[in-house]
């Protein structure tokens, strides 16, 4: 079987002349960006190893400091700058060199700013000198932006060549941000659509980290590979449809989906404005779960409700677990489709550990017909069938990748009128009411589940989204978090040839490979009821430090 080379496996969208002509001129932007003295050698990028996280480490352009500072997460950032012993200007410096070698991995960037970031930060230092105290709760902490959401004078884009754009002016995310004192240097990439769980764009497909065989996870990618890559300490995705929780999973990272409008979503770039069938929510991607709660409580205790008017003044209450058994529900599978070994690995794992814990008390976990609940949402996330997309790609020339063409297709997509709009928005309603009375017949406070049918998948081949959609369509909050496991070869196989449940357990079987994923991060997933997003932070640290005892 034919090998592919690196240069291939990272290349991006290709299209007709004219798509190829503008595409040329983005990535010649992006390119020039990178400064030379941050360039890695061409013997590293012409035959790289599968695993290029140690590259940063070994290619000897990063400065013995700027190594120490990168191994930080935000919360020791924050603290040692409030403290006065590190700076923002150092901080920005060595987490943007280091982003600039890991794009050159992994594609995870869609522009680099490091000179603004640098700037901004000399202000925040020079703040701090006068005044001897921090603006924020964020007071120079560098944070990778995804890219649809815009930065102000930076390349943004809503999933196409046709709406790259530069921003005018912050998103409120953004805006909130910066007001508290966070240093941007960087956007990173996401997929054509923005509707894949994989990443691949006009400036090239985002590879995992510690496979590059493998995906680094969508539309969140670039993200999720950067942060991994430590070139960034907390970055900022969205999910509609698992786009930070399963981003998180393949890499082995922390990410977290707040209940939707309770974080800003007023000004992030989309190309199906009105659609309120499903919502999105912008949410933190880290290095560890403190750097989760650092985010949310800022954010949220900034009260974007002020200045979004769709968002709602919900404020974060984490409660202490110390006083009460955390109830903890484990679903192993959803019913639909059963997760490769190393998933199952993990997760028998965990319910063991638990199990044998006085801080949990540990019941299994009965799905409630999510076959249906995924028909429907995949349903909702394109109500026009799919036209609006189509007509993108027609207009620019870019091409249709297979998992585009995959996301909307039948039979879940389907045009509709406004009838048909409403029996569909009807259908979600009475699916949320009928789950709502089935958790709560379940009797728990979170469930511990699968992110993903599996360790990150093979490229262009992610097409079960049920185990983080589900969510999405209920609105439970949730998040991804490592297991500490990797997917080994040696163990995680199937002991004898599994039963396919359904269509798609039968599509997700035929994938599995266990030699293919060697080294893929397995990771974890806890969900609650809407709004307690808190309990679910609380929840997974209680469970982490179990899992770590």
Not at 93 to 114: E, S
Not at 238 to 251: K, M
Not at 267 to 274: H, R
Request: charged share 25%.
């Amino acid at each position: 079987m034919a090998t592919t080379s690196f240069k291939e496996k990272i290349e991006g969208v290709r299209g007709d002349a004219s798509y190829e002509a503008k595409a040329r001129v983005f990535q010649d932007q992006l390119e020039a960006k990178i400064p030379a003295s941050l360039r890695l050698p061409l013997a590293i990028l012409e035959d790289p190893p599968l695993d290029v996280t140690h590259i940063p480490e070994t290619c000897g352009l990063l400065t013995p400091k700027e190594l120490l500072i990168t191994e930080l997460d935000g919360t020791a950032v924050c603290q040692k700058i409030a403290a006065g012993e590190l700076t923002a200007v150092d901080a920005v410096t060595a987490f943007g060199k280091r982003a600039a070698i890991a794009h050159q991995l992994t594609a995870c960037l869609i522009d680099f700013f490091l000179d603004e970031g640098i700037k901004q930060a000399q202000q925040l230092d020079e703040y701090f000198r006068k005044e001897g105290k921090v603006i924020g709760p964020l007071h120079g902490l560098p944070i990778s932006i995804k890219g649809m959401l815009p930065v102000k004078g930076t390349v943004g884009s809503a999933g196409f060549l046709a709406n790259i754009e530069t921003a005018t002016e912050d998103c409120d995310m953004t805006r909130i941000l910066r007001s508290l004192g966070a240093v941007f240097y960087v956007k990173t990439n996401q997929p054509q659509t923005l509707m894949h769980l994989e990443s691949k764009s006009t400036y090239g497909r985002v590879l995992n980290p510690y496979n590059t065989d493998l995906t680094a996870g969508g539309s969140s990618g670039g993200e999720s590979a950067l942060v991994a890559m430590k070139g960034s300490c907390i970055g900022v995705g969205t999910d509609g449809g698992g786009s930070i929780r399963a981003p998180s999973a393949h890499c082995g990272i922390y990410g977290f989906r707040p209940s939707c409008r309770t974080t800003p979503l007023h000004g992030v770039l989309w190309y199906q404005p009105g659609q309120d069938g499903f919502f999105s929510s912008v949410g933190p991607m880290c290095r560890s779960a403190r750097d989760m709660r650092l985010f949310l409580e800022a954010v949220l205790g900034a009260n974007p409700a002020l200045l979004d008017p769709d968002a709602l003044p919900v404020p974060l209450k984490v409660p202490n677990l110390t006083k009460k058994k955390l109830r903890v529900g484990i679903m192993m599978h959803d019913g639909v489709v059963m997760p490769h070994p190393p998933t199952i690995r993990a997760l028998k794992w965990a319910k063991d550990k638990l199990e044998a814990s006085s801080e949990v008390e540990v019941v299994d976990y009965t799905p409630y017909d999510h076959d249906r609940g995924y028909s429907i949402v995949r349903e909702l996330y394109f109500e026009d069938g799919g036209a609006t997309v189509r007509r993108i790609l027609k207009e620019s020339g870019e091409e249709m990748l297979p998992l585009t063409e995959w996301v909307i297709s039948p039979p879940h997509v389907k045009d509709h009128d406004a009838a048909e709009v409403w029996k569909l928005r009807n259908e979600r309603d009475n699916y949320r009411r009928e789950y709502s009375d089935h958790w709560w017949s379940q009797n728990v406070d979170v469930v511990l589940c699968p992110p993903f049918p599996g360790t990150a998948s093979r490229h262009d081949t992610a097409k079960y989204w049920g185990y983080t959609a589900i969510w999405n369509l209920l609105d439970y909050p949730g998040t991804a978090f490592p297991s500490g496991f990797v997917a080994d070869p040696a163990i995680d196989i199937y002991q004898e040839p599994p039963s396919p449940m359904s269509a798609a357990d039968e599509y997700n079987l035929s994938l599995y490979d266990a030699t293919k994923f060697k080294g893929a991060p397995v990771s974890l997933q806890i969900v609650s009821r809407i709004f307690n997003d808190g309990l679910v932070l609380a929840a997974q640290e209680v469970v982490e430090r179990v899992l770590k005892s």
